[in-house]
C-alpha cells in the first residue's frame, strides 16, 4: 500500500537505480515517478541543473524512502557523457527517452538538421547503452529501454528526420538484445503513440485560445479532425507509458528481449 492507501503490485524494482534521460517533463518524468513508486533510485536527466533539482526534490518529498540523484548533463555531448559516466558509474536500468522532434518538409531538411537528430535521437542513446550494457552484463542485471513512437513503423511523411532516428532505435535494440543471450538482461523499445505532454497540451490550447471549450472537447475535436486513426480518440497520457515502462523494467519482463512494445492508441492500421 503506498502513502495514498492505495494498493499497488510490487514490481520487484527496490532499491535499484535508473538513469532516466530527458526526465524533467513528459514521458521522462511520468517514467521517472512511476520507477520511484516502485522503490527505484532514480537519476534525473536534463540540461538545465535547476529543472533537474526541482524534479529530484518532488521525487525526494513523495517517496523519501528513495534516493533520487541530480544527472544533470547534456548527453549529446560526449565529454558531459563521460563525466556523467564518472559520477554515475553502475545503474541497473537505462531508460533512453530524450529526444528532439519537429514538423518538417522534406525539402526543407538539410544535412545539418539530419545529423543534429541522428546526434540527439540516436548516437546519444547508443553512447549511453554501449557504457552500461556491459557492465549489466558483468552482474548479470540490467534493463535497457530506448523510447521510440509509433512514427518509426508508420512514417506520417510530417518529420522524415525525426522518423529516421526513431525506426534506428528498433534496429538498435535488436542488435543489442542479441548480445545478452542467456543473461539477465534486456534490451527493449517502446513506441507511444500521440502523447500528451506539456509541449503538446500548450500546442492544442493555443489552437483553440479563442474557443470557450474545455481541455476534453478541444482534445476530442483535435483528434476527431488531425488524428481520426486513433481509436481511442485522446492524447495517451505520460503516466500510461510510465507504468508501461516499469513493468518492463521489472524482472517479471524478463522475457521481453529485442520487442518493440507499442501503446499507440490503436494509430497503427497493421497487425504486426
Do not use: H
Amino acid at each position: 500500500m503506498d502513502k495514498k492507501g492505495k494498493y499497488r503490485m510490487d514490481m520487484g524494482l527496490n532499491n535499484k537505480t535508473a538513469l532516466v534521460t530527458g526526465s524533467t517533463k513528459g514521458i521522462g518524468k511520468a517514467i521517472a515517478i512511476e520507477l520511484a513508486k516502485e522503490g527505484v533510485n532514480v537519476l534525473i536527466n536534463g540540461r538545465n541543473y535547476e529543472e533537474v533539482e526541482q524534479i529530484v526534490n518532488e521525487i525526494k518529498f513523495d517517496f523519501p524512502a528513495t534516493s533520487p540523484q541530480n544527472a544533470t548533463a547534456d548527453i549529446v555531448d560526449v565529454q558531459q557523457r563521460e563525466n556523467l559516466f564518472e559520477k554515475y558509474p553502475d545503474i541497473d536500468i537505462l531508460v533512453n527517452n530524450m529526444g528532439i522532434y519537429g514538423i518538417m518538409q522534406y525539402e526543407d531538411v538539410d544535412d545539418e538538421v539530419w545529423i543534429k537528430y541522428f546526434r540527439t535521437n540516436v548516437l546519444a542513446a547508443n553512447g549511453l547503452s554501449k557504457f552500461y550494457l556491459p557492465k549489466m552484463m558483468n552482474s548479470d542485471y540490467g534493463r535497457i529501454i530506448f523510447i521510440a513512437s509509433e512514427e518509426a513503423i508508420m512514417p506520417s511523411g510530417q518529420m522524415p528526420q525525426y522518423c529516421m532516428t526513431k525506426s534506428m532505435l528498433l534496429s538498435l535494440s535488436k542488435s543489442l538484445s542479441k548480445l545478452t543471450v542467456g543473461k539477465e538482461v534486456t534490451v527493449n523499445t517502446i513506441m507511444p503513440g500521440p502523447t500528451l505532454s506539456e509541449n503538446v497540451q500548450q500546442i492544442i490550447e493555443g489552437i483553440y485560445t479563442n474557443e470557450d471549450m474545455t481541455f476534453s472537447e478541444k482534445e476530442k475535436d483535435f483528434m476527431t479532425k488531425n488524428l481520426p486513426q486513433s481509436e481511442i480518440q485522446r492524447f495517451i497520457k505520460p503516466i500510461e507509458i510510465g507504468r508501461l515502462a516499469t513493468f518492463v523494467c521489472s524482472p517479471y519482463a524478463s522475457a521481453f528481449k529485442g520487442s518493440p512494445i507499442r501503446m499507440d492508441g490503436g494509430m497503427v492500421p497493421t497487425i504486426f
